[in-house]
């Protein structure tokens, strides 16, 4: 089993911080990589696969980075809409989600 | 504008057999893989398995032995049962689709609490 490690668990933000998420796979996985927002009540949103490519309507200030077994998520200028729980997800060796970072308001 | 809808008991006993079923509206099967996936309350996410237009199948090999999805591609739906449950089965279950470029959900279905208790 690939295991993925995010950090941190939670993050304390305010509006236009630029805030960084990191994601690290227990072994090698290329940019087999994807970044979920997830609202309470509410369904994952992909954001960003195979690392560092933005989904459609997916705003710009999204980006992704990294490859191999380290991996990060920036928000360049966090909006009010941002705030939720982002999950790193590995797709090399069949699916395996991270545990998680909460980016909440400071 | 293609949409997933969950449906089944929101309550299993233990033991028993937990039978959910996806519903495809808006678009076609094929092209796309089509999963399972969990949430137990307050935790993370676990992809369970999925299954493709033509019916091949791959799953998580730490719950292998206890699941089966299938397509009925006539009616637009695949389903999911997981066979003798328990507590640690309770959770918001997710349909999702993929593509052949690997297994990232690009489209949800709202999610269905199923709790499992006596």
Request: charged residues 15%; aromatic residues 12%; contains cysteine.
């Amino acid at each position: 089993d690939i295991q993925m490690t995010q950090s941190p668990s939670t993050l304390s933000a305010s509006v236009g911080d630029r805030v960084t998420i990191t994601c690290r796979a227990s072994q090698r996985i290329s940019s087999w990589l994807a970044w979920y927002q997830q609202k309470p009540g509410k369904a994952p949103k992909l954001l960003i696969s195979k690392a560092s490519s933005l989904e459609s309507g997916v705003p710009s200030r999204f980006s992704g980075s990294g490859s191999g077994t380290e991996f990060t998520l920036t928000i360049s200028s966090l909006q009010p809409d941002d705030f939720g729980t982002y999950y790193c997800q590995q797709y090399n060796s069949y699916s395996t989600f991270g545990q998680g970072t909460k980016v909440e308001m400071k | 504008q293609v949409q997933l809808q969950e449906s089944g008991p929101g309550l299993v006993k233990p033991s028993e057999t937990l039978s959910l079923t996806c519903t495809v509206s808006g678009g076609s099967l094929s092209s796309y893989y089509w999963s399972w996936i969990r949430q137990p309350p307050g935790e993370g996410l676990e992809w369970i398995g999925y299954v493709s237009y033509s019916g091949s199948t791959n799953y998580n090999p730490s719950l292998k032995s206890r699941v089966t999805i299938s397509v009925d591609t006539s009616k637009r739906q695949f389903s999911l049962r997981l066979n003798s449950v328990t507590a640690a089965d309770t959770a918001v279950y997710y349909c999702a689709r993929h593509d052949v470029y690997g297994l990232r959900f690009d489209l949800w279905g709202r999610g269905t609490l199923v709790t499992v208790s006596s």
